[in-house]
């Protein structure tokens, strides 16, 4: 296993707890600082790995997007037997994993950190072969090294499969979909200088949630990685603030 997949879990002094989902091709490390400072306000926080990530790209290949939920549902089952109240936060594919598990269980509150509904176009997805031609093909995705953070969050892999972003495509018209069933209170949040994601993502999920309570927040000279950017403590503030009230 990579240093920093590794899943954690931070016991707080309530019964209130936080299931905090990584993006994809991510670690848990990733989501470490928002989980040291949701457990210092008493949460209890549990980051798993999702199936396929924190080992090699082999792995990742291997696994569905049914796999990476059953992952998210392995934690949320771990809380619900420890707590009055459950709330969620993902980051990048991690919110679309959020939304999607808020359709289908009872959950207090929930936090989407920059989820793709549209792609930059910059990516190149158009020239994505077909599923079926994928085969064991992955494109090179380097990454820039980030200061500042603990060592483990620049961990995460430098060659993505082809055949997974397919996965991850799928799941986000799955999401699409079911926006209209999710209920939960929701803070959306993306960053304005997002080259990942398209910020109007966030304007999409704002229309088409079902919830009655929901805030989008966008974050000024942010881009994709709002949980261990620049601004990462507006971050922090704006959803321990969310949560609590």
Not at 85 to 110: P, W
């Amino acid at each position: 296993m990579i240093e920093g997949g590794q899943p954690f879990f931070l016991n707080g002094d309530s019964s209130k707890s936080v299931l905090l989902i990584h993006g994809f091709t991510g670690l848990p490390a990733g989501m470490l600082l928002l989980g040291e400072v949701l457990n210092r306000a008493g949460f209890n926080v549990l980051c798993p790995r999702l199936a396929g990530h924190g080992t090699c790209e082999s792995d990742l290949m291997r696994t569905t997007k049914d796999d990476w939920f059953n992952s998210v549902l392995d934690g949320f089952f771990i809380l619900n037997g420890i707590s009055e109240e459950i709330f969620i936060v993902g980051h990048s594919m991690g919110g679309l994993l959020t939304l999607k598990l808020a359709t289908q269980y009872k959950i207090s509150k929930i936090v989407t950190l920059a989820a793709p509904i549209f792609v930059d176009e910059g990516l190149g997805l158009k020239n994505l072969p077909p599923k079926e031609l994928c085969g064991n093909a992955c494109t090179f995705t380097p990454r820039k090294k980030l200061d500042d953070v603990p060592p483990a969050v620049n961990n995460v892999y430098e060659r993505t499969p082809l055949i997974s972003v397919h996965e991850l495509l799928d799941l986000i018209d799955d999401v699409k979909k079911i926006l209209p069933n999710v209920n939960a209170p929701i803070l959306i949040m993306q960053g304005e200088e997002d080259h990942t994601v398209q910020p109007r993502s966030a304007r999409f999920i704002m229309d088409n949630v079902g919830s009655p309570v929901k805030k989008i927040i966008t974050v000024p000279n942010a881009g994709h990685l709002l949980p261990f950017a620049e601004s990462r403590n507006f971050v922090f503030e704006q959803t321990l603030e969310f949560l609590r009230s």
